[in-house]
């Protein structure tokens, strides 16, 4: 099968397709022949920083059939499809996937679709719901047109937000994010991004960071899910009473399962009735990895960028 490592660190150029044997799945995952590969901006960051051992492997949202149970998996069954996070190497024909974050991917749904929803609205819920907004409150989304960013600002709007602001680096993406349900959009360096909301949620971090808590309502709330890192002056905490909140998605669902859970199922129900859609950028053959990262660093990206193994479903898996 083929996989996609990297050998040093550095930009797109360092990702090399591989062939190796398949992974057995170890106790608690599935071994998934996979159909969809998200890439993300997280991920596209490791490979750069320097922060991956090596050789190194990215981990990341699969979508699937699934080929075989490890041991003390249950609920599951060979040829089920499925979508859920490989932790060891996602960007590969055949992986493994932890059988905690699999759900199947219901009638009427693609890979494709399953693999643009399924984690970045997780991340999205999970924003929002930590955030707890205010019925009918403000809601800015940095990131805006990002995997993440296109969704939160569909459900902020599915939510009730009686005002979306979407905050982006291009004004290319305002027809994109309009269409979505933004009632602004704003650009990164304007002068001003409007009136002060009631609730930022920020998925870029660095720079952005310290921007974004000054458009945080006095008394209101910042929500932080970045892998950028950044700092704020505490100062601007206390001047008005804002508070700001981290976010990661391994600590939420495992300490608010239930909700994890229900956020699954309103995923799933708003897009059958058409009203949360998943936009995807591109999707790329496995081989083009590297072109996949570029147009995530670019930051052109309008939805998801996924990656297509497209296997042979018919030829079996060895070992």
């Avoid at 596209?44 to 949202?61: D, F, K, N």
């Avoid at 609920?75 to 932890?98: L, Q």
Wanted: aromatic share 4%; hydrophobic share 40%.
């Amino acid at each position: 099968m083929r996989r996609v490592r990297f050998h040093a660190h550095g930009g797109p150029e360092v990702l090399r397709v591989e062939e190796t044997e398949p992974p057995a799945p170890a106790p608690g995952e599935l071994l998934v022949r996979t159909e969809a590969i998200g890439v993300t901006l997280p991920g596209v960051r490791r490979v750069r920083e320097g922060t991956t051992p090596l050789p190194g492997a990215l981990g990341g949202e699969v979508a699937g059939e699934v080929l075989a149970l490890g041991e003390g998996v249950t609920g599951f069954a060979a040829g089920d499809r499925i979508v859920g996070i490989s932790f060891s190497c996602a960007y590969a024909e055949v992986t493994t996937a932890a059988a905690f974050t699999a759900s199947r991917i219901p009638e009427g749904a693609t890979a494709v679709d399953a693999v643009a929803l399924v984690r970045g609205g997780h991340v999205a819920l999970a924003a929002l719901a930590t955030a707890e907004p205010a019925p009918g409150g403000s809601v800015l989304i940095t990131g805006a047109a990002g995997g993440v960013g296109h969704l939160a600002v569909q459900l902020a709007r599915l939510q009730g937000a009686s005002r979306v602001v979407a905050a982006v680096g291009s004004r290319d993406k305002t027809g994109f994010l309009r269409d979505l349900g933004a009632d602004e959009v704003v650009m990164y360096g304007d002068d001003s991004w409007g009136e002060p909301v009631d609730t930022v949620l920020d998925g870029v971090g660095g720079e952005i960071l310290p921007r974004a808590l000054t458009a945080v309502a006095p008394g209101g709330r910042l929500v932080f899910f970045s892998s950028g890192g950044g700092t704020v002056p505490a100062r601007e905490l206390l001047s008005g009473s804002r508070t700001i909140t981290g976010l990661t998605m391994a600590r939420f669902a495992q300490t608010r399962p239930e909700l994890y859970g229900r956020h699954r199922s309103e995923l799933w129900r708003r897009f059958a009735e058409g009203r949360l859609r998943p936009a995807v950028h591109t999707a790329l053959p496995l081989e083009e990895a590297a072109k996949a990262h570029a147009v995530i660093e670019s930051r052109t990206n309008l939805g998801k960028v996924v990656l297509l193994p497209r296997t042979d479903p018919t030829r079996p898996v060895s070992r």
